[in-house]
Every structure is written in C-alpha cells, then in structure tokens.
C-alpha cells in the first residue's frame, strides 16, 4: 500500500514568531504520551502489504520529546510494518533540545539521517527568528550528530532574513560543508498570516528582504552550493553525491505515503488526508481526517508535472506517457509551449525542466499546468 511513513510529533519547546507549521508548546508530559498511544492505535489499524523504504519523523520538534518516546514509536511501526533493511529513517531536531546521548539514542534505535533545524549561524538572525538556540549551539549539536555516528546530515537554512546580506549566508553553507553536513535546505523567508512575523511586519513592510533581492540571494545560495560539491536537486533542496534524501524525493514521484499524528497528511489508495490540527480530538479519533480529497486519474496527471519540475531532473516525457497512457506535450502542449517561449521551460534529452528564471516563476509555471 505505501512505502513510505510520516510521522508528526506536534509539539515545540515554544513557538517561533514566523512558523504556521501545527505546533503546541507548554504541554504536559501525560498529554505527550496519550498522543504516542494515539499514534501507537493508528499504527495498528493499518494494513500495508508493502516494505517501508524510509520513515520520517518531523514536526513540530521531535527532539523536544523524551527519546523512549521516538524509540517506542519505531518499536510500533517495526511491530505493525515490515521496514526494508537500510531503510532511510530521519528525525527532524532543534539544537536546543539536542545532545550527544540523545543522538546514541537515536543512532541506536535504527534512525540513520537527521535534519537540523539551524536556520542560521549568526546569533542576531537567530534572535530576529526568536529560536532557542544560538550559532555555538547549533555547531556543537552538528558535532554532536556525527560523534554519534551519524553520518547522513541534513540543515535547514532560512534566507532573505530582514538584516541578512548574501554574504552571511555564504558564511554559514561554508561552515555547515566544514562541519560535514551532507545536505542543506534553504527556505526563503515567508510571512504566514497569523503569525507574530505577520503583525511584526504587515505595518513595517520596508524591512523585509525586496522581491528582485531575495531572488539574487536564492541564485548566490545555489552557485555557492555547487562550488562546495553540493548538487542542487530540487528548488530547496541540495547534497553532496548520494545523499538525496529519499523520503523527500517519493512525494516528487508521486509515491503514496501514510501520515501518522494530529495533523499529519497522508495519501493512500488516491486520497489524500489530513489528520486534524487538534491533539485532544486526535487521541479520542486518531483515524479521524479533518480533509479528504480523492484524485482521480486526471487530477493525478496534472498534479505530476507540478512535482517533477520542482526537481532538477525535471520531468521526463516518456515516463509521463508510460504513467498515464498519455502524451504530455498534447495535454499540456499550450503550458509547454508558452513556458518555453517565455524562456522559463527548456525541453532537452527528452526532459522538460524549469530554466534558472523558471526557478524564479515556478508557481506561475506549475498553475499553467494544473488549469
Ligand atoms: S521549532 Fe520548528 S516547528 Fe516548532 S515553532 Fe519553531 S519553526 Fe515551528
């Protein structure tokens, strides 16, 4: 049935300003684990023939959670699923909640690539962001990670920060390739209705990075990351040789997958679900949704080019005609051809792929699909 597992752990140490991920924070100990009993009582009604590839656990802030908890949530998946050996199992951690035993623990219970939320090594951005942990302490968990033997390091980067220069960024991917961090996400800063960043700055727009300057540091981002051996192969996403994260890469396949946890999605059997943003009404109905869409086979081919062509590789036309029993460039010929006129598609070795200025337009490009 699906091959791959997500798994929410919804709760954060405190919520930071910009974030509208699903997240709680001041929550007690007995509400945490009535959730992992929760997610232990999903687990167990599922049945899924298929050997699971990879396992995510993001969040929310999984390291904030007592590690017995992750250990016993691994137990339940290895109980109810049958998990590939090599299987890529990530957890997602902050370095404020992050130590050497803690990443033993880890290490030890099987999961064998971890993705960092550092965002920053600078200590005013990271005070702009309002996170818990200053530079020292996100190199320091860094080290911590590979001291334990985890090899298969992921970082999360923020750009475009208000105060933020191309040249601090370039600073901190040079540390983070020094401190052999295998793979970096950079995510250009958002500002999400309902959040305090969204107060802060709906009234102070002028301090927010402009438009044409977050695009250029985007691009410095990208050079900078190829100089250092990194490969960027999805429009956030870069690694070194052979560390692709492959639970990532399955949703740009299209690959089914099962969301565990208060306000997880999944996509199982064409419907796509997701589970309530409420732990309380979570742990009364853990396999309650609160939305479902099921894709038909049109919805399906639609939505393929929007998730190949955010991949460097791009998309390739004859797996789309054996995919679908359809031509891509019949369905889509109008997007196809306007896109590559206006210099934002190139079609190349029986690849569709975004050019650089196509990075820049990629919604714009993606909707002439999906209409
Ligand atoms: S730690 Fe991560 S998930 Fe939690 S509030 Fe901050 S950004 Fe959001």
Redesign the pocket.
């Known amino acids: 049935m699906a091959k791959h597992i997500y798994c929410h752990i919804p709760f954060?140490a405190?919520?930071?300003p910009?974030?509208d991920?699903y997240?709680e924070s001041g929550r007690d100990n007995s509400v945490i684990q009535d959730v992992f009993s929760a997610m232990r009582d999903e687990l167990r009604s599922l049945e899924n023939p298929d050997r699971v590839e990879t396992i995510y656990i993001g969040?929310?802030?999984p390291s904030f959670v007592n590690s017995r908890l992750i250990c016993f949530l691994l137990d339940t998946i290895r109980e109810t699923n049958s998990v590939r050996p090599g299987a890529e199992i990530t957890i997602e951690v902050?370095p404020s909640s992050m130590s050497y035993d803690k990443a033993v623990e880890y290490r030890d219970a099987g999961i064998n690539r971890v993705s960092a939320?550092i965002q920053s090594l600078h200590d005013d951005h990271l005070k702009t962001l309002g996170r818990l942990h200053d530079a020292k302490g996100a190199e320091e968990c860094l080290r911590d990670i590979r001291k334990a033997g985890i090899e298969n390091i992921s970082a999360d980067l923020i750009i475009a920060l208000p105060g933020q220069t191309t040249d601090d960024v370039v600073e901190d991917l040079n540390k983070l390739a020094e401190l052999g961090v295998k793979h970096i996400s950079t995510y250009s800063l958002s500002i999400e209705k309902g959040t305090p960043f969204y107060r802060r700055y709906s009234d102070n727009i002028e301090d927010l990075v402009p438009p044409e300057k977050e695009r250029e540091m985007y691009h410095a981002v990208r050079d900078e990351l190829v100089k250092l051996g990194f490969i960027p192969y999805e429009i956030s996403n870069s690694c070194l040789p052979g560390y692709e994260s492959r639970h990532n890469s399955s949703y740009w396949e299209g690959e089914e997958y099962f969301g565990i946890g208060a306000g997880a999605h999944g996509y199982i059997d064409g419907r796509r679900y997701m589970h309530v943003n409420d732990i309380g009404q979570y742990i009364k109905d853990p396999l309650g949704t609160d939305t479902e869409e099921i894709l038909d086979d049109e919805s399906k081919m639609r939505e393929y080019p929007f998730l190949k062509l955010r991949t460097t590789e791009g998309m390739n036309l004859d797996e789309f005609k054996r995919r679908f029993s359809a031509d891509a460039e019949e369905i889509f010929g109008d997007a196809i051809k306007a896109n590559i006129q206006k210099g934002l598609l190139i079609k190349e070795d029986g690849f569709l792929r975004l050019t650089r200025s196509g990075i820049d337009w990629s919604n714009k490009v993606f909707e002439d699909f999906l209409c």
């Open positions: 954060c405190a919520k930071c910009y974030c991920f997240s969040g929310g802030t902050n939320g």
